[in-house]
T-cell receptor, first 113, second 111 residues
Framework: ETGVTQTPRHLVMGMTNKKSLKCEQHLGHNAMYWYKQSAKKPLELMFVYNFKEQTENNSVPSRFSPECPNSSHLFLHLHTLQPEDSALYLC????????????FGSGTRLTVV | QKEVEQDPGPLSVPEGAIVSLNCTYSNSAFQYFMWYRQYSRKGPELLMYTYSSGNKEDGRFTAQVDKSSKYISLFIRDSQPSDSATYLCAMSVDSSYKLIFGSGTRLLVRP
């Protein structure tokens, strides 16, 4: 596998469920990001990790909990979500926190019912 | 007012047409300008990147930045059905990850 891989591709969950999204990058990058993409809205940066350390939390509700065990893996743990959290969740990576040279994964399409 | 404005479209053109996609912005401090292409059920991929003003060409694609008007454009020559996608502009003040994205323009190139 090359690039940035996200699993699962699709997820339907109830509001009381707990689930996790996984992201893995094979590019040797040291910064990883979670973005939310809703229809007809700009990409919203949620979390930033640099060398496994969280360097930014963009006022994201606590029902979203990120985890970065190493520079290649990133998780987003989800619990008690709301229907308005339904969106495409994109993981990205880059070298040394640079914006040019972002590589995005294909995303997880999340539906909260 | 949003920091970056982009017409959502959809923009429908016949194959072979010249396509012009645009973004306007309000922050005069933006220096780095990017265009991403996003196919359906895929993540965005970087298409073009420009620093400061001027033009940049890559095959059928030309990116143009007019800082005096706070306006950026992406031109696609000889458009193909495979160019059908959503095009996102993004910009930042410095080279960091702090990108501000437009909401994307959906392009449909008809065979």
């Amino acid at each position: 596998e090359t690039g940035v891989t996200q699993t699962p591709r699709h997820l339907v969950m109830g509001m009381t469920n707990k689930k996790s999204l996984k992201c893995e990058q094979h590019l040797g990058h040291n910064a990883m990001y979670w973005y939310k993409q809703s229809a007809k809205k700009p990409l919203e940066l949620m979390f930033v990790y640099n060398f496994k350390e969280q360097t930014e939390n963009n006022s994201v509700p606590s029902r979203f909990s990120p985890e970065c065990p190493n520079s290649s893996h990133l998780f987003l743990h989800l619990h008690t979500l709301q229907p308005e959290d339904s969106a495409l969740y994109l993981c990205a990576s880059s070298q040394e926190g640079r914006g040019v040279g972002y590589t995005f994964g294909s995303g997880t399409r999340l539906t909260v019912v | 007012q949003k920091e970056v404005e982009q017409d959502p479209g959809p923009l429908s053109v016949p194959e072979g047409a010249i396509v012009s996609l645009n973004c306007t912005y309000s922050n005069s401090a933006f220096q780095y300008f990017m265009w991403y292409r996003q196919y359906s059920r895929k993540g965005p991929e970087l298409l073009m990147y420009t620093y400061s003003s001027g033009n940049k060409e890559d095959g059928r694609f030309t990116a143009q930045v007019d800082k005096s008007s706070k306006y950026i454009s992406l031109f696609i020559r000889d458009s193909q059905p495979s160019d059908s996608a959503t095009y996102l502009c993004a910009m930042s003040v410095d080279s960091s990850y702090k990108l501000i994205f437009g909401s994307g323009t959906r392009l449909l190139v008809r065979p």
